[in-house]
């Protein structure tokens, strides 16, 4: 099943657990140091959270551009 980068809207708020894969991701992500996106606060533990994701980090033709930032994110995410 993939996604879209539309579909990480419904997490705007709340923690996502990303499970890196390198092979069949749901989404193709790459972390970028401004203008992504979307802004993603790192967590450091996985308690709480909605959904897990397999994600491959890439560096070209991504599905979705994430910038981490500190604070105010649009939601958190722990990298599994």
């Given at each position: 099943?993939?996604?879209?980068?539309?579909?990480?809207?419904?997490?705007?708020?709340?923690?996502?657990?990303?499970?890196?894969?390198?092979?069949f991701p749901?989404?193709?992500?790459?972390f970028v140091?401004?203008?992504?996106?979307?802004?993603?606060?790192?967590?450091?533990?996985?308690?709480?959270?909605?959904?897990?994701?397999?994600?491959?980090?890439?560096?070209?033709?991504?599905?979705?551009?994430?910038?981490?930032?500190?604070?105010?994110?649009?939601?958190?995410?722990?990298?599994?």
């Open positions: 099943m993939g996604y879209s980068k539309s579909y990480l809207a419904q997490f705007k708020g709340k923690k996502v657990t990303f499970k890196v894969v390198t092979s749901d989404l193709k992500v790459q140091d401004s203008f992504g996106d979307y802004k993603v606060k790192m967590a450091s533990n996985s308690s709480f959270s909605k959904e897990t994701i397999k994600i491959q980090i890439v560096t070209s033709f991504p599905d979705v551009k994430l910038q981490k930032v500190s604070s105010f994110g649009d939601f958190e995410a722990y990298l599994d």
